[in-house]
T-cell receptor, first 113, second 112 residues
Framework: DAGVIQSPRHEVTEMGQEVTLRCKPI?????LFWYRQTMMRGLELLIYFNNNVPIDDSGMPEDRFSAKMPNASFSTLKIQPSEPRDSAVYFC???????????FGPGTRLTVT | QQPVQSPQAVILREGEDAVINCSSSKALYSVHWYRQKHGEAPVFLMI?????EQKGHEKISASFNEKKQQSSLYLTASQLSYSGTYFCGTEIYSGNTGKLIFGQGTTLQVKP
């Protein structure tokens, strides 16, 4: 298996622009998680889906952030408009119900100038 | 809600031992441990379940004290490859699905 795939790996954009991050989970996994990692705040869970349905989005920082999972093999995290404080590494992870190990993708390093 | 890890950082010589602790203010169903090397994604190490069951892939041991709401990760005879940041995650359920809340991490550096 190719593992969790994320794209792009690096994104540099200007403040105010829309950013879309993409994730393909491991085939057969039914849970998908979006995390943000910064030095100051550590590894934060933004939102997670189970069977393509958003279960908990309490970690989404603001309305500027939105996430979708239109099918079992694809999810997006969108930031519109982006701000410099959104600069971070964004990880997508997937897991099956049992075992509950989370497999992380390589991450997208986002820089907003 | 976030579990607390200690120490924040450890520096070891190859072959030395280390213990990383994780404690929670909430009752724990399970504790998960991950390791992240610099510039890479976190990688699963093990799960400790209530009742003593462990699931893991590496020769790293851990304990889970349900009463004290604590877990400890034991790194014995450390190798250079053990360097990285270790995160514990505690599981919170919503219906039939769960999410992990990660601690702030413990940075381990193993020197030759």
């Amino acid at each position: 298996d190719a593992g969790v795939i994320q794209s792009p790996r690096h994104e540099v954009t200007e403040m105010g622009q829309e950013v879309t991050l993409r994730c393909k989970p491991i085939s057969g996994h039914n849970s998908l998680f979006w995390y943000r990692q910064t030095m100051m705040r550590g590894l934060e869970l933004l939102i997670y889906f189970n069977n393509n349905v958003p279960i908990d989005d309490s970690g989404m920082p603001e309305d500027r952030f939105s996430a979708k999972m239109p099918n079992a093999s694809f999810s997006t995290l969108k930031i519109q408009p982006s701000e410099p404080r959104d600069s971070a590494v964004y990880f997508c992870a997937s897991s099956s119900t049992d075992p509950y190990e989370q497999y992380f993708g390589p991450g997208t390093r986002l820089t907003v100038t | 809600q976030q579990p607390v890890q200690s120490p924040q950082a450890v520096i070891l010589r190859e072959g030395e031992d280390a213990v990383i602790n994780c404690s929670s203010s909430k009752a724990l169903y399970s504790v998960h441990w991950y390791r992240q090397k610099h510039g890479e994604a976190p990688v699963f190490l093990m799960i400790l379940l209530k009742g003593g069951e462990q699931k893991g892939h590496e020769k790293i041991s851990a304990s889970f004290n349900e009463k004290k709401q604590q877990s400890s990760l034991y790194l014995t005879a450390s190798q250079l490859s053990y360097s990285g940041t270790y995160f514990c995650g505690t599981e919170i359920y919503s219906g039939n699905t769960g999410k992990l809340i990660f601690g702030q991490g413990t940075t381990l550096q193993v020197k030759p």
